[in-house]
């Protein structure tokens, strides 16, 4: 079934009760999911609680279900939903990416213990299935936190049970999980000071509510034509909910909106190309070029300024997405990486001889990646703060580093859940997550370890040693926001001072004293990593006036390469 | 009577060791075609600035046996004198050597060697502890026995500025495992079993300190603390006052690291020896 028959089911008046879900009706729900949370991807991507350019949730719920659907379609008894869903599960776990794909793949394996052992289920079959699909994604979180994805999931089981005291029709049921999760998620505002200071609703819950949503739509239109609810799926003063391919959606505004299957298809074939370059303006219009390049590839960023647009997009054709950006301005810095070779150079390298400890990393850029690997780091996986890897990448690093044990550093909040399902899905190896949450405390990780000493025992270093660093991330805000109480415009500076908005400002320089001056125990060394649209030359410039006021304070500068953030600073 | 004999890495000053009545046997420092001996011809403070200033590293060696020869024959002219000689680690130097070498042609009757496996403010801790014993009367082999067993009571942790001196002077040993990589660290150095180990690689000052105090924390109770400097009194101010406030009442002992230690430590670092409580 296509997303379009979805989509048109709109039409219909009478349906028939559906009184069992098969394996069929979850994968082509799962389908739909997928293409519904590909064109709401962006808008995803969009609710991000700080208003900084890296809002990442919807790519990482679309890859990690996109993940779960290819596993899906393979399933061994595809009319059996306990296979599709244990299928899906797996899948979704190896693909998991970011926080909110994690807990996905834990409220997918919740729904497959709910099904265990049966061929199809009833109403009640699908209520238990939603009661597990929330208590196994509550008990994958240390400390759960209201007016999250965990909320969404909690209120849309209570939904489902309540709905199937009343009715024996399953798709009565998914219509008033839908309905609910939607309300639950406008509910979300409310329930987080983080999300009512920016104004919006939480990520998360808003993929998890798009994903019932498409799955519902399918469930609805298979066996026959039935009505259309009117499912109220727009959130005040936002736009709708968009549906892929839909007649009343314009098509051209919607990320990749028009190659759901293709996009799956084509990973089948080959990883792609990780294209990324500079186009350099004047008069570049982000929005347009925005619009244009992302339809071409997946993974698209397309930010900066009418000067000077940077461009990350992992595409099946860089000549054609190249030839439309050069159109536009003078192209520089342009790299095109096959993403399959570099697949295919992980799984080739000649393993090392196998060792009892080995230290697997996540850097954002190649300037950091270099700095960990100087440290110490076996392997250093490439991923944060625009892509977060999935556990699947995670693993293959632990299993290239050949080590009985191996500790994982995902240097990353949004990565440290993933990091986390690693130890489940390897064989062979014990692994264990020391929870640094951004650079300067992975930096500081792999400064303790002892080589000579046990896997126990460099934990202990090193989570002692992540409490010595202070991490200060500078960027500049993508849209009007508050926080603190205090008002933040598109444009400003901010620092983020240990997950904190702490400074806002006009320039980096008086921000970055600023969050200098604030420090209540004065730092001894400041190392400022600059990021890679900060020439050397900006930077150097930057700590020079830096160490002429803090003249007993030593700075060091390094490139750290990453993106968004022109400048990442660790006190120590 | 008993005289104490120790070596210029003890890092005595001169008046320190007229005080305490110990005769102190320099080992030899050269730059160049240039030798001086430890702490007679060259002081520290003369040192670090040509160590920080100069082009040629530095190198050093061990004090002839004559030397040795001539000490103990001039504190032996008594028939009842005896000596007893505690040096730095015999990992770490060839003084315990020359000094052996003495001893045969002498006899070892009345000298009494001790190797002391540590060194600087770790070997001046059990160099007064000897002194000590021997002003409560202890015979010779008393005080032997005693600095060995307390010898196992001291040990030394050592923060670093840099790896470099240790490198340039081929002394990195297992210390290699703290290469910093692209980044400045600073290395934390444990003095064990007479060998110089790994401890940690920190990246700012405090921090090397706080680990150096939570080691020592784990020693307590503690009789005493000595804080060498190589060339950084503000260190040893900051040091000082941690120790202070970490382990209030108890005694330490400040001083500098000689040309010898500092050679291989350069500048910018400190030593902190303890002693634990028996």
Redesign the interface.
Known sequence: MSATDAARSRVSVVREPLRQVSGAHVLAGLRVALSWLQANQQEINDLNVFPVPDGDTGSNMYLTLRSAVEEAQHAPSPSSVDSVLAAAAHGSLMGARGNSGVILSQILRGFAQGVAAHSTIDVHGVARSFKEASAVAYRAVMKPTEGTILTVIREAAEAAVAAAEETDDIRVLLDRVVRESHAAVERTTDQLQVLRDAGVVDAGGFGLAVIFDGFTRAVNEIDGPQPAVPIPIRRPGEPPVRSPRAPDAPEVSVTGGRRGAAAVAAREEGWGYCTEFLINGPDLDVDRLRDELSGLGESALVVGDADLVRVHIHTDNPAGLIAVASQRGRLDKLKVEDMTAQHHDVLERAAPARKPLGIVSVAPASGFR??L????ADSVVLGGQTMNPSTEDLLKAVVGVNADSVILLPNNSNVILAAERVDEVAQDCAVRVVPTRNLPQG??AL??A???AGVDDNVA?MQDAIT??RAVEVTRAVRDSTANGRDIKEGDVIAIVDDDITEIGDDYLAVIEAVLTAQESR???V?VYRGGEVSDAVAARLVDSLRESHPDV?F?L?EGGQEHYPYVL?L? | MIHVVTDSTSDMTQEQARELGVTVVPLIVRFGEEQFRDGVDLDADAFYRRLTTGKVHPTTSQPPPEEFNAVYKALLRDPADSVVSIHISSKLSGTLQSAHLAVQELGPERIHLVDSESVSAGLQLLVRGAVDDIAHGCEPVEVVDRARELRRRIGIYVLLDTLTYLQRGGRIGRAQ?LV??????KPVLVVDDGEVA?Q????????GV?MIVEQIRKRAPLRALAVFHTGAPELLGEICSRLTAAFPGTDILEGQVGPVVGAYAGPGGAGVAYEAAG
Do not use: F, K, W
Request: glycine residues 10%; aromatic residues 0%.
């Open positions: 270099e700095i690997e100087s440290l110490g930096i500081s400064l303790a002892d080589p000579s270093r010595t660093v730092p001894q060394l190392t030593e060091e390094h660790s120590e | 495992a910093g990589g692209l980044l400045n660290v790994p940690g690689r920190v990246r700012s000052r405090r921090q706080d």
